[in-house]
């Protein structure tokens, strides 16, 4: 079965510091992978999304993600964090192509503080 | 254009009352998905609809939680006789298909039994 971990329940960075949430995932064949993030009270965004190809990925508000496949692991980045980057971070990821499924399996997530 | 949307954003119930939650998926998607988000458990799948079926039920945690969709749009989630462990965030998703895996999320319905 698919597995998602995040090993970090709680970062800290400053304003304009550069910014790695880790996640490991356990699958057996190629996974869609997922970056999403939660503002309090808010839905989950997705943030970026890996399905093949460039193993680094470009998503929205400025953030990346490298796929290693030799590491099961697919970390988030951002070159210089903003306050408003404050958040919960969920990587996630979904059962393979061909499936009909599209249930997306979730790590428990990342939550981000941005000193100023 | 318009999001996924939820309905209620917030609803307090007491334990053993029946609860329907609602949302309306992003026009001409036809994958939905309800997932679960509580403190202990992280967040759960429950159930997915392509068009008005359910292929994927094995999420629902008891018989007490049922999901219909009607007109490939709409879909409700009924919990029967509320229990305090029922107290979560729910979630509500669609994608244009479930080969797009691609999912939007609603702002989802916080649910509290007291």
């Known amino acids: 079965a698919q597995s998602v971990t995040q090993p970090d329940i709680h970062i800290t960075v400053s304003e304009g510091a550069s910014l790695e949430l880790r996640c490991n995932y356990s699958y057996g064949a190629t996974p869609y992978l997922f970056w999403y993030v939660q503002s309090p009270g808010q839905g989950l965004q997705l943030l970026l999304k890996?399905?093949?190809?460039?193993?680094l990925v470009q998503g929205i508000k400025g953030f990346e993600a490298e796929f290693k496949r030799s590491q099961s692991s697919f970390n988030l980045r951002k070159p210089s964090v903003h306050w408003s980057d404050a958040a919960e971070y969920f990587c996630?990821?979904?059962?393979?192509?061909?499936?009909?499924?599209?249930?997306?399996?979730f790590g428990r997530g990342t939550q981000l503080t941005v000193w100023p | 254009g318009a999001g996924v949307s939820q309905s209620p954003s917030n609803k307090v119930t007491e334990k053993g009352k029946d609860v329907e939650l609602r949302c309306d998926p992003i026009?001409?998607?036809?994958?939905l998905y309800w997932y679960r988000q509580s403190l202990g458990q992280g967040l759960e799948f429950l159930i997915y609809f392509q068009g008005n079926s359910a292929p994927d039920k094995s999420g629902l945690p008891s018989d007490r939680f049922s999901a219909e969709r009607t007109g490939g749009s709409v879909s409700t989630l009924t919990i029967q006789r509320t229990q305090q462990e029922d107290s979560a965030v729910y979630l509500c998703?669609?994608?244009?298909?479930?080969?797009?895996?691609?999912?939007?999320f609603g702002p989802g319905t916080r649910l509290t039994v007291t």
């Open positions: 026009s001409g998607h036809t994958a």
């Open positions: 998703a669609s994608s244009l298909s479930a080969a797009s895996y691609e999912q939007y």
């Open positions: 890996y399905f093949s190809g460039d193993t």
């Open positions: 996630a990821v979904v059962q393979g192509r061909g499936s009909t499924l599209g249930r997306l399996y």
